[in-house]
């Protein structure tokens, strides 16, 4: 017997299986699936959620956010994929995944998060970043010799929420400090 769940709850399956592409192309070890940034995104979220930012839309967002890439991959700036086309692929795909679940209110908090323009929609994308600053940092912790410093571009300014500035700054000084020695 099948239910209307059951190809969203591959869908989910899926993106367990999709290693991020960024740590593929840069010979990480053992890198992690799309859902292991989602977790975390979605973890943060939980953890850090400043009072102006809805908390509970915000998981929502963090958790779902990449899902789409169980249909269209990781598609990563260096692809060759206009922001646009990556835009169309991705919306094309939740529509595929919310007409098998005769809902699309997970399309709508996707494309919140793509407008950036709501609170919820500006912390989960700036988490979004974050999530993969620290786990670059944990790559080069963990892979002797494995230095990801083109991760970690074009951040000055990007975080906006004080809990996020932090976490970032934590990370660029610990960073600073390891170059020094």
């Not at 951040?155 to 400090?177: L, M, P, S, V, W």
Request: contains cysteine; hydrophobic residues 35%; proline residues 3%.
């Amino acid at each position: 017997m099948s239910t209307k769940y059951d190809r969203a709850i591959e869908l989910c399956g899926v993106i367990k299986r999709i290693p991020r592409t960024g740590w593929v192309r840069n010979h990480v070890n053992d890198p992690e699936s799309v859902a292991d940034h989602s977790m975390r995104t979605a973890f943060l979220a939980m953890t850090i959620c400043p009072k102006e930012v809805n908390k509970d839309k915000a998981v929502q967002m963090a958790l779902i956010h990449d899902l789409a890439e169980s249909i269209v991959s990781d598609i990563t700036p260096f692809d060759g994929v206009t922001l646009e086309d990556k835009f169309n692929r991705e919306n094309k795909a939740w529509q595929h995944i919310c007409d098998s679940l005769g809902n699309d209110e997970m399309h709508k908090i996707w494309l919140e998060m793509e407008e950036r323009k709501t609170p919820e929609a500006k912390f989960v994308t700036e988490l979004d970043k974050l999530e993969m600053l620290i786990q670059a940092e944990e790559y080069e912790n963990l892979q002797e010799g494995l230095h990801l410093d083109q991760f970690y571009n074009n951040f000055d300014g990007f975080f906006t929420f004080d809990c996020t500035k932090e976490i970032y700054n934590a990370i660029q000084t610990r960073r600073a400090a390891k170059k020094n020695k």
